[in-house]
């Protein structure tokens, strides 16, 4: 089992976010107003980060 580097991980996970914010900006704050108020902002974060983890287990899993 090799070594998990957390704090590249998480420089590559932001850097990542951060650009998908910025090209999808105005599309996400369009969707963002239809959306119900429960859906908060915290919790878009938290679904992005989520589904961006699993596509990542799946990339180590296919490079393994």
């Known amino acids: 089992m ?3 580097n957390f704090i ?3 420089q590559n996970k932001l ?3 951060y650009l998908l914010f910025t090209i999808c900006q105005g599309s996400i704050w369009k ?3 239809r959306l119900p108020v ?3 902002l915290p ?3 938290i679904f992005i980060l989520i ?3 699993l596509i ?3 990339v180590e899993r296919i490079l393994e």
């Open 31 to 33: 969707r963002l107003r």
């Open 38 to 40: 429960e859906f908060s």
């Open 43 to 45: 919790g878009i974060y």
């Open 8 to 10: 590249k991980f998480a």
């Open 2 to 4: 090799r070594k998990f």
């Open 51 to 53: 589904i961006i983890y």
């Open 56 to 58: 990542n287990l799946k």
């Open 15 to 17: 850097l990542f976010l």
